[in-house]
């Protein structure tokens, strides 16, 4: 009953009712626990020496081939990898890669999706059929095998490789839904009252269509952190991805993965924080979903 | 339905075409010079051996006109000859099996489980069991599914010994229930949570109460009148996400060294093998379309809104 | 029939169908609040009200549609003959939906299974019921579209519901709940959906089916001009209680409750053409907030000082009650 009056309410007036929305995220569990990590996970990210030292180590290239894949000990909760460096502070570093990659592909799909997605949903036409058509190629694709072989053709291997191809291949998703919101907004009645009183394309289409078609491309993208965390984890464990002088969870576990009857603490570690992170920027995305979908939200709260 | 059909054959066509030529593309972007690749690192090819070699894989003609080429060959069959001097064919014939088994496999580790927690979860909404299908599956898509290969491997191959760790020569089902079932956990949690949005949507369906009022028994109003009409979307992420498992299979076969096809690519690449990457990537390509059509004439014939218009 | 006389409670001199003091919750509130009707074989009861007043929901409480978790009965009995419905197991009450007691709904195009032939939908009714073979029961529901009236019956029994017209789509749903002859038939407002002329005909078709079998029929309705036309007997609901009742031509003739009274000044007549159309003041009160006394009070043109209190059903003359304290001014012109 209040949801659905909560729901209607928002429809109207959004504005009015965000902070009644913030202060229900605030007291969901998943929402508390799973915005706590992320926000450990992208200071350690940010300033990864603040959390490297906790132990004594600290300095994830200083390496000793003496401990080569030697287990925890004193001072090396996480033991040694199999250069012999401090695993604890090589998986902190490790963050930083796959934030900041994060980051890259969501700003870039976002950017990609939105001047695709509204170009097609408001032009329509041949723009439309064109923008759509690429859209299906990209559909008709299995996606991981595209971002092997174009990774495997580029000839450097850093974060903005990885993130190029994964936004290539991850934009088309945000594109449709983006597409389909501003289909919707671009036939509402403001706008064609805006129209109406002689306001130019670009007016219409950053003042009445873009703010309101935005928001089911933010929840999606706030959705999909996660999957872009683990697919560039993927590449990288796959050895199409960061290579080795780069510190990163996949690399880690890549090497790992030789020496896993030996030495399964080089898989397990990385394996926790990553898991950890993608799982926690899931259910992150999920819980600001069902928060700002009405539809979706209405759906959860009936008794 | 002989027109829907057509219809959609001819909307997969421009996509297949695209599809292999961006393959095409990537491949002949691919850096280094795939003579020299095939020759060895250290090895000097006389000029006119190098030259032979150029001219029959068309290396020296633009870009445009080798695509030309491959697809006349595509069309009348032929996938060319891999660098290594074995027919294309002949690698996909070797390979596929082992592909289609573990796709098969892990397809129906997903959709028996997936249907069966999501319906489970959508019959039971709000109680103990709905709520382990919803958490359990957040948990499952967020744990990166190479992880999971690793601790079933170490779990279940190594510390229980119960299933064989890698390689094929258990044979089906043996060797592929566990990189199955990793595969499946791919597709799973949208399958079952699919299911269950969709038989919540039907319990409170007006036609439910229909069939309610006709006294029909419990189990048959479930079976006929909620599942039925609640499996229908699912049918069609099934079909999609067998495209996406076929992708899985590249990750799945590397881990659990499986000589499938999406071992072939891998090892094809670094090699600069251009027609294996460009043949079996294009079958991919083609398997997927099929399915994704399969799938939406299927849709038809259970939903009678689409097939009859 | 002898399935209902087997059963605990069963008294051949009771009302075919006699629902009192029923009350239905959806959650904190109360949307029905102490209905209650009868009716009888080859009578049709004509349940009148605003939507929102309850007419539905006690329809659905009777055929046992309103299930936990989204709203429950609380008190009061559905009885078919004396057998309580309420309180009979489950598995007993299935076996009389469909065979005595049976709903047509609102919309037919929702109230249908989409995906399956309506041939099919109403086989089912045999096969489940009667255990006929999935052929024999086929060409009994081929009988039953030709019994509604549907033109190539065999024809179009393998059609889809989304195939038929408005019209014919309710044609199949009364089948569906003629198709087992029962005896008690709710129509639950089975002509809203529908264009001004199928309506007539329908309602046309729901009278025909009804006399030709004796069976009660109530029909949920919020038009008074279906009234006039075949009710024998109307109960008025306002607010999840019914505020009046009696046989149809005195109810229209003589309303003895405000409400009814509006409800008839609402209706355009031929005789009034060219005036104004009466229009009820005010907006029916929020389930939510049940205030104490009357509940029409607050739009009522006789409110007084005794309105205050919750009005008891009073029995004005045989059969005919009314829950308002002003009646005697509301029946003087």
């Not at chain 1, 001072?75 to 460096?85: L, T, V």
């Not at chain 2, 006109?65 to 070797?94: C, H, N, T, W």
């Not at chain 2, 299911?195 to 309610?212: C, E, K, Q, Y």
Request: net charge positive.
């Amino acid at each position: 009953m209040a949801s659905s009056t909560l729901a209607s309410a928002s429809a109207e007036a959004p504005p009015a009712a965000r902070p009644g929305l913030l202060a229900k995220l605030r007291r969901r569990p998943a929402f508390a626990i799973s915005s706590a990590i992320a926000l450990v996970v992208c200071a350690m990210a940010a300033v990864p020496q603040a959390f490297a030292g906790w132990f004594g180590g600290g300095d994830p290239r200083k390496c000793d081939l003496v401990n080569s894949g030697l287990p925890p000990a004193p001072g090396h909760p996480f033991g040694f990898d199999i250069q012999g460096c401090d695993l604890y502070s090589n998986v902190v570093y490790g963050a930083r890669s796959s934030v900041l990659i994060a980051l890259l592909v969501t700003a870039g799909m976002i950017v990609v999706a939105v001047v695709l997605g509204s170009l097609a949903g408001y032009f329509r036409g041949w723009v439309d059929a064109v923008i759509s058509r690429v859209m299906d190629v990209f559909f008709g694709f299995p996606a991981l095998v595209g971002m092997i072989v174009l990774l495997q053709a580029a000839s450097t291997h850093n974060e903005w490789t990885v993130s190029a191809v994964l936004i290539l291949f991850g934009w088309p998703v945000l594109a449709r839904v983006m597409r389909g919101s501003v289909l919707e907004t671009a036939t509402g009645e403001y706008v064609a009252a805006a129209r109406g009183v002689g306001a130019g394309t670009a007016r219409i289409l950053l003042r009445h269509v873009l703010p309101n078609a935005l928001g089911p491309v933010a929840v999606l993208t706030g959705l999909n952190v996660g999957g872009v965390i683990a697919s560039e984890s993927a590449l990288t464990f796959l050895g199409v991805g960061l290579q080795t002088p780069a510190i990163s969870w996949g690399v880690q576990l890549n090497t790992a993965q030789q020496y896993f009857v030996t030495s399964p603490h080089l898989l397990i570690f990385p394996s926790i924080f990553l898991t950890v992170t993608v799982l926690s920027f899931v259910l992150l995305g999920d819980s600001l979903r069902d928060a700002f979908d009405p539809r979706l939200r209405q759906e959860v709260a009936r008794p | 339905m002989g027109k829907y059909a057509l219809h959609r054959l001819l909307m997969a066509l421009p996509v297949l075409l695209g599809t292999t030529f961006l393959i095409y593309l990537a491949v002949y972007a691919l850096p280094g010079d795939p003579i020299q690749a095939l020759a060895g690192p250290n090895r000097a090819l006389s000029p006119s051996v190098e030259q032979a070699l150029r001219e029959r894989f068309h290396l020296d003609d633009p870009l445009l006109v080798q695509y030309g080429s491959y697809l006349k060959g595509l069309l009348s069959g032929d996938l060319g000859m891999s660098f290594a001097g074995r027919p294309v064919s002949e690698v996909i014939a070797a390979s596929w099996p082992v592909t289609f088994q573990l796709g098969v496999t892990a397809w129906l580790f997903m959709t028996v489980l997936g249907v069966l927690l999501g319906t489970v979860a959508g019959l039971r909404r709000g109680r103990l069991a709905d709520a382990l299908v919803l958490g359990g599956t957040t948990v499952v898509m967020g744990v990166p599914f190479f992880v999971v290969a690793y601790v079933a491997q170490i779990v279940l191959g190594v510390n229980l010994g119960w299933l064989p760790v890698s390689g094929t020569d258990a044979g089906w089902p043996l060797a592929y229930v566990m990189p199955g079932l990793v595969l499946a956990l791919y597709g799973l949690p949208q399958v079952a949570r699919l299911t269950r949005t969709s038989v919540l949507d039907n319990l409170n369906a007006d036609h439910v109460d229909t069939a309610t009022a006709k006294g029909l028994r419990p189990r048959a109003v479930v079976v006929r009148h909620v599942l039925r009409n609640s499996l229908i979307p699912v049918v069609s992420l099934l079909g999609v996400s067998l495209g996406y498992l076929l992708s899985g299979t590249v990750l799945i076969e590397g881990i659990f060294n499986l000589p499938g096809l999406g071992y072939q690519i891998f090892t094809a690449i670094p090699q600069h093998d251009g027609p294996v990457v460009v043949g079996v990537g294009t079958l991919l390509v083609l398997v997927f379309l099929l399915v994704n059509l399969l799938v939406d004439l299927l849709y038809g014939i259970l939903d009678p809104r689409i097939r009859l218009g | 029939m002898t399935r209902l006389e087997s059963l605990p409670g069963y008294d051949a001199a009771a009302p075919l169908l006699a629902v009192s003091e029923l009350r239905v919750r959806f959650g904190a509130t109360t949307v029905v609040d102490g209905v209650g009707y009868e009716v009888d074989g080859g009578q049709t009861l004509a349940v009148l009200g605003e939507s929102g007043s309850g007419k539905s929901v006690t329809a659905r409480a009777i055929m046992g549609l309103v299930r936990p978790p989204r709203g429950a009965v609380t008190a009061g009995s559905a009885r078919l003959r004396g057998v309580d419905l309420l309180t009979l197991a489950e598995e007993e009450r299935r076996r009389l939906r469909g065979t005595t007691i049976a709903m047509v709904f609102q919309d037919a195009l929702s109230a249908l299974n989409p995906v399956l032939s309506v041939g099919y939908q109403i086989a089912e009714l045999f096969r489940a019921h009667q255990g006929l073979s999935r052929k024999e029961a086929a060409r009994r529901a081929v009988e039953v579209l030709d019994l509604v009236r549907i033109p190539s019956a065999a024809r179009r029994a393998r059609d889809y519901p989304h195939q038929f017209s408005g019209g014919m789509r309710q044609r199949v749903g009364i089948g569906l709940a003629i198709a087992l002859n029962p005896q008690v038939i709710i129509a639950d407002e089975p002509t809203t959906a529908l264009d001004v002329t199928v309506q007539a005909q329908i309602i046309r078709l729901l009278g025909e089916l009804q006399r030709e079998h004796g069976t009660a029929l109530v029909l949920i309705t919020h038009d008074m001009g279906v009234v006039a036309d075949i009710a024998d007997r109307v109960a008025v609901m306002y607010a999840g209680r019914v505020v009046e009742q009696g046989a149809a031509a005195e109810v229209y003739a003589r309303p003895a409750h405000p409400y009814t009274e509006a409800l008839l000044g609402a209706i355009p007549r031929p005789e009034l053409r060219g005036r104004r159309l009466a229009v009820i003041p005010g907006a029916p009160p929020d389930p939510g907030r049940p205030e104490p006394g009357c509940r029409f009070r607050p739009r009522c043109g006789y409110a007084g000082d005794a309105c205050g209190q919750q009005p008891p059903a009073r029995e004005i003359g045989p059969g005919r009650l009314t829950a308002c304290h002003e009646w005697e001014r509301v029946t003087t012109p």
